[in-house]
């Protein structure tokens, strides 16, 4: 069963603006457009400090590999600006969205592999910061 995702308003729409302009749909699209499509939409001000929303810094866990990674993650066009940047639209970005901290969710990355990511901390997020037009 997939953890209940809460995405703010803002970040949802240029999710959804993001998905329809792009050149062709890929499996991560669709898989992000279906996450869109079964997540509680809030407004930014709402969100509570513990999901990863757009522009969040966050350290998470590959549970397969025992990994520990620390990435921002970003809109595609961010990627260059963003040293620790993580597109929304890469497998593992898409995975992340909307998750809360101390949650996993197993997905499969576009070769058919599965992965199981685990939220292990939120450093930074723009809502909790009052920046929420980030």
């Known amino acids: 069963m997939r953890p ?33 499509e079964r997540a509680e939409v809030v407004e930014p001000e709402e969100i509570p400090a513990d999901v990863v929303s757009m522009n969040s810094q966050v350290r998470f866990t590959e549970l397969g590999r025992g990994t520990e990674l620390t990435r921002t993650l970003v809109y595609p ?3 260059a600006d963003t040293p620790d940047g993580l597109s929304v639209m890469a497998p593992v970005g898409a995975a992340l969205w909307g998750l809360k901290v101390g949650e996993t ?6 070769n058919g592999r599965r992965i199981q990511l685990r939220v292990d901390a939120i450093l930074w997020q723009p809502e909790a910061a009052r920046q929420y037009h980030r």
């Open 4 to 36: 209940v995702l809460v995405v703010n308003r803002l970040d949802a729409e240029r999710l959804q603006r993001l998905i329809d302009t792009a050149a062709h749909r890929d499996v991560v699209a669709e898989a992000l457009e279906a996450e869109l």
């Open 77 to 79: 066009h961010a990627l």
């Open 105 to 110: 969710i197993d997905w499969e990355l576009p």
